[in-house]
Nanobody, 116 residues
């Protein structure tokens, strides 16, 4: 069983920064593909950034490219999402997702609100 615990959400002004964390447990961290998703009210859940833990390759949605950075700390079994130059349209619940051998696991979600 894989467990994901997210933290780091909150309220920030436009142009500000936040860092989300997702701590994973239950399987060898290097086997994971980790993805941050988000879901805004009335919208579908969308993938924001992805990292293949073993090799470190990354993917970003066009809407966040150049502003968000996904990274991992293998020693802490943790994935981070550094979010800079935040915009009101980044407001959403952010979810951590782990995919291992075709099976997906989800965190509980953390609210990010960008507002003045």
């Amino acid at each position: 069983q894989v467990q994901l615990v997210e933290s780091g959400g909150g309220l920030v002004q436009p142009g500000g920064s936040l860092r989300l964390s997702c701590a994973a447990s239950g399987r060898t961290f290097g086997d994971y593909v980790m993805t941050w998703f988000r879901q805004a009210p009335g919208k579908e859940r969308e993938s924001v950034a992805r990292i293949i833990v073993s090799g470190g390759s990354t993917y970003y949605a066009d809407s966040v490219k150049g502003r968000f950075t996904i990274s991992r700390d293998n020693a802490k079994n943790t994935v981070y999402l550094q979010m800079n130059t935040l915009k009101p349209e980044d407001t959403a619940v952010y979810y951590c997702n782990a995919r291992i051998l075709g099976v997906e696991y989800w965190g509980q979600g953390t609210q990010v609100t960008v507002s003045s």
